[in-house]
């Protein structure tokens, strides 16, 4: 296979099979901080959502179940690993199942004020590249995940808006939220809600939405549980209303302060032995 071909493929998840934020966004529902009943401020709810997460580093094992507009199944696990605290960290992502996927990496750091910078390496080509920003909007080996949504978000990277506060959600009465991008050309949405569950926020439902305004991606989250004194859900479902798929996530395994290496969270480490 030809470095092109393989570049090509890999963007559209054919010698991946199809994926997963983990969201490192799954992880924003990990934690958080109840901002209080009187005069909500947006922007206080959403820090909740970092704040109650005071790991110094996380290991997620998960299993993705993609959903073709057939109907038709392609499941995949993985594991997350992140060292440092929400918005300011380094992540790597590895699928180990099943064979056409695994030893699969993406490495992503995260930092205030900075487009995300990440790396992928694969197996099938051994190597190792930079994603670059106009790549971040294309789908994660062939997901309904994009690069953009595999990263963490940092929190000061969106101004915040409330919008409204009396839509109940997996039986939690919510906060809905409008999120826009400080910095317009390093993200792909124009601008994303949120619904945040008042009583234990944790974000359960998010819309994003494309520089035209439409509607692009969904996410929802259920099945809510107290772990590791943190707040989160163990099921993560991302659809894309106008193709007619979605990306269903569940969470497996939570570790939290292991003590994994920061150094092994590196471009040069890719498809190393860990």
Same mark, same amino acid.
């Given at each position: 296979?030809?470095?092109?071909?393989g570049?090509r493929?890999?963007?559209?998840?054919r010698n991946?099979g199809g994926?997963?934020?983990?969201?490192?966004s799954?992880?924003?529902?990990?934690?958080?901080?109840?901002?209080? !009943?009187s005069?909500?401020?947006?922007?206080?709810?959403?820090?909740?959502?970092?704040q109650?997460?005071?790991s110094?580093?996380l290991?997620?094992?998960a299993?993705l179940?993609?959903?073709?507009?057939?109907?038709?199944?392609?499941?995949?696990?993985?594991?997350?690993?992140?060292?440092?605290?929400?918005?300011?960290?380094?992540?790597l992502l590895?699928f180990?199942?099943?064979?056409?996927?695994?030893?699969?990496?993406?490495?992503s750091?995260?930092?205030k004020?900075?487009?995300?910078?990440?790396w992928?390496?694969?197996?099938?080509?051994?190597?190792?590249?930079?994603?670059?920003?106009r790549?971040?909007?294309?789908p994660?080996a062939?997901?309904d995940?994009?690069?953009?949504?595999?990263?963490?978000?940092?929190l000061?990277?969106?101004?915040?808006?409330?919008?409204?506060?009396?839509e109940?959600?997996?039986?939690?009465?919510?906060?809905?939220?409008?999120?826009?991008?400080v910095?317009?050309?390093r993200?792909?949405y124009?601008?994303v809600y949120?619904?945040?569950?008042?009583?234990?926020?944790?974000?359960?439902h !998010?819309?994003?939405?494309d520089?035209q305004?439409h509607?692009?991606?969904?996410?929802?989250?259920?099945?809510?549980?107290h772990a590791?004194?943190?707040w989160g859900?163990?099921r993560?479902?991302?659809?894309?209303p106008q193709?007619?798929t979605?990306s269903?996530l569940t969470?497996?395994g939570?570790q939290?302060?292991?003590?994994l290496?920061e150094?092994?969270?590196?471009p040069?480490?890719l498809g190393?032995?860990?």
């Amino acid at each position: 296979m030809s470095e092109t071909e393989g570049h090509r493929n890999l963007r559209r998840g054919r010698n991946l099979g199809g994926l997963m934020m983990f969201l490192a966004s799954a992880g924003a529902c990990l934690g958080q901080t109840n901002p209080g !009943a009187s005069a909500p401020d947006a922007a206080k709810i959403m820090a909740g959502v970092y704040q109650q997460d005071t790991s110094r580093d996380l290991t997620v094992r998960a299993t993705l179940n993609v959903i073709d507009k057939e109907g038709k199944e392609h499941k995949k696990k993985f594991t997350l690993r992140r060292v440092g605290r929400p918005g300011d960290s380094k992540t790597l992502l590895k699928f180990t199942d099943p064979k056409e996927i695994r030893g699969v990496e993406l490495l992503s750091i995260n930092r205030k004020g900075v487009t995300d910078r990440q790396w992928i390496y694969t197996p099938a080509i051994d190597r190792v590249r930079s994603i670059a920003t106009r790549d971040r909007s294309e789908p994660f080996a062939g997901s309904d995940f994009t690069f953009e949504d595999v990263a963490e978000r940092v929190l000061d990277d969106y101004a915040y808006r409330l919008l409204n506060s009396g839509e109940t959600i997996e039986g939690h009465k919510t906060y809905k939220i409008e999120a826009t991008p400080v910095a317009p050309e390093r993200s792909q949405y124009k601008f994303v809600y949120f619904w945040v569950a008042q009583d234990i926020p944790c974000i359960l439902h !998010a819309e994003m939405y494309d520089q035209q305004g439409h509607l692009v991606r969904a996410f929802h989250g259920s099945q809510l549980k107290h772990a590791s004194g943190m707040w989160g859900t163990r099921r993560v479902e991302m659809s894309s209303p106008q193709l007619k798929t979605k990306s269903v996530l569940t969470i497996d395994g939570i570790q939290a302060n292991t003590g994994l290496d920061e150094k092994l969270f590196a471009p040069e480490m890719l498809g190393k032995e860990k």
